[in-house]
Antibody, heavy 119, light 110 residues
Framework: EVQLVESGGGLVQPGGSLILSCAAS????????MHWVRQAPGRGLEYVASILGDGSSTSYSNSVRGRFTISRDNSKNTLYLQMGSLRGEDTALYYC????????????WGQGTLVSVSS | QSALTQPATVSGSPGQSITISCTGT?????????VSWYQQHPGKAPKLMIY???KRPSGISDHFSGSKSGNTASLTISGLQTEDEADYYC??????????FGTGTKVTVL
């Protein structure tokens, strides 16, 4: 059974940093691209970042490029999101998602970890 | 990169069919056959319902179907059921190796 379990969320001050983790199990982690998607309270879904299975390529939304870094450790079956220069508008539930093997969609989602940016 | 445009609400009676539209541009919906649809019940993670415009993942009922014409994609729910009441989001791969989600549609079963 595919499982994605996020952790690392919490309350952080504006300008601060946070690292999110996503522990994956039930599939061959290294063969799948992975993504982060977020959802602000009461709002819609927003794409954040992607990384290929071997970690060789990454992509980001315009809203986080230069502030966030996506990475992975295939030996630990874990996906990461390093978040810096955090702003109030980064407050959201952050979901770890797996790429459908045929690409361009998200077939499994974790339950999310909540990041709150406030002073 | 603006969100794809969806109607805020769509409603129907049990057994009816409803269609949710998702309008973008040539740089996203119109440029790639890479539109997916997600169902989200309150307090739950989204669930993939349709990918590559019209394909259903294993286990998804065939009363969900997808299509696309030009810059607009659509999700049709045939034979509406009470458990279909949820929020629905479209998503498209877009130029620049990114993804854009829709604004979301709340489906209400009357």
């Amino acid at each position: 059974e595919v499982q994605l379990v996020e952790s690392g969320g919490g309350l952080v001050q504006p300008g601060g940093s946070l690292i999110l983790s996503c522990a994956a199990s039930g599939f061959t982690f290294s063969t799948y691209p992975m993504h982060w998607v977020r959802q602000a309270p009461g709002r819609g879904l927003e794409y954040v970042a992607s990384i290929l299975g071997d970690g060789s390529s990454t992509s980001y939304s315009n809203s986080v490029r230069g502030r966030f870094t996506i990475s992975r450790d295939n030996s630990k079956n874990t996906l990461y999101l390093q978040m810096g220069s955090l702003r109030g508008e980064d407050t959201a539930l952050y979901y770890c998602t797996r790429d459908l093997s045929s690409g361009f969609s998200f077939d499994y989602w974790g339950q999310g970890t909540l990041v709150s940016v406030s002073s | 990169q603006s969100a794809l445009t969806q109607p805020a609400t769509v409603s129907g009676s049990p057994g009816q069919s409803i269609t949710i539209s998702c309008t973008g541009t040539r740089s996203d919906v119109g440029g790639y056959d890479c539109v997916s649809w997600y169902q989200q019940h309150p307090g739950k993670a989204p669930k993939l319902m349709i990918y590559d415009v019209a394909k259903r993942p294993s286990g998804i009922s065939d009363h969900f179907s997808g299509s696309k014409s030009g810059n607009t994609a659509s999700l049709t729910i045939s034979g509406l059921q009470t458990e279909d009441e949820a929020d629905y989001y479209c998503c498209s791969y877009a130029t620049g190796n990114t993804y854009i989600f829709g604004t979301g549609t709340k489906v209400t079963v009357l």
